[in-house]
């Protein structure tokens, strides 16, 4: 990458997506980041510095008027990271089916919309383009409490193999699926420093994820070295969960 390439990163200001932001940061290229709000603080590595545009990534109108600014600015976009999304815990028997459409909305349906855009700028360009979607382990194991959000996941998935098929050779479709991933929210999910440290040591790499790993992920994947990489899912999970049926054995114990 460099000072000419243009990166999109959908909700890069924070968590995973500040990773990922600032791990394009550090190639120098340009890096573009949207979200619903300001951020306090943009994600920057030296001198190269996130740029923000207000965008709801649900709101079609909105997302239309990203995609004509970039092509009216720069007349390129190299690289989309499909990142915004996310669900509150909520039990699949109480959850009201509006719960459900809001969450398929803004994991499945928005990064499909990104995704479009992007790649009608991309097959515009000689050099085509990188698309990328953030997945979840959600997609790839039980995700009770967030059921829907694991369904939509899994549906990315799906639509990562079908687009890595429709739109190349111009374009690359994959996907980054990390498993729990330390972030300025981590609490929500594991709790104190305390819980942070037991779910660790569920994990073989005894540590969660850092969002600079999941960045490097991409930055790899949008690269030269990547470039007969598509249709793909990367998981990144620390080497997977200890499955609980050997804790629950009384064989071979110690």
């Given amino acids: 990458m460099s000072k000419q390439h243009v990166i999109l990163i959908t909700g890069g200001a924070k968590g995973v997506g500040r990773g990922i932001s ?36 649900r709101d079609t109108t909105a997302v239309d008027a ?11 976009l190299d690289v989309l990271v499909n990142n915004a999304g996310g669900s509150p815990f909520a039990m699949a028997d109480k959850a009201s089916p509006r719960f459900h459409e809001k969450i398929f909305a803004l994991n499945l349906l928005a990064p499909f919309h990104f995704a479009q855009k992007a790649n009608a700028l991309m097959q515009a360009q000689a050099e085509g383009g990188s698309i990328i979607f953030i997945g ?17 996941k899994a549906a990315v998935l ?20 990390p498993g729990p991933v330390l972030t300025e929210q981590a609490d929500l999910h594991y709790g104190d420093a305390a819980g942070v440290a037991a779910v660790a040591k569920t994990i073989p790499m005894q540590r969660l994820a850092n969002p600079i790993d999941i ?17 793909i899912n990367i998981v990144l999970h620390g080497g997977g969960e200890r499955p609980a049926f050997l804790d629950a054995s009384t064989v071979n114990k110690p």
Avoid: H, M
Wanted: net charge neutral.
């Fill in 158 to 177: 799906s639509l990562v193999q079908s687009l890595g098929v429709e739109w190349a050779p111009k374009v690359r479709v994959s996907a980054v699926s």
């Fill in 22 to 57: 600032e791990a394009f940061l550090a190639t120098g290229a340009k890096v573009l980041v949207c979200g619903r709000e300001q951020p306090a603080e943009l994600p920057a590595v030296g001198d190269n510095k996130a740029e923000f545009i207000a965008t709801d990534v």
């Fill in 66 to 76: 990203l995609f004509a600014g970039i092509a009216e600015r720069f007349g390129r």
């Fill in 215 to 231: 960045g490097n992920a991409c930055v790899w994947l949008s690269s030269p070295g990547a470039a007969y990489v598509s249709g």
């Fill in 136 to 152: 979840s382990v959600s997609a790839l194991r039980p995700s009770p409490g967030t059921a829907a959000y694991g369904a939509s």
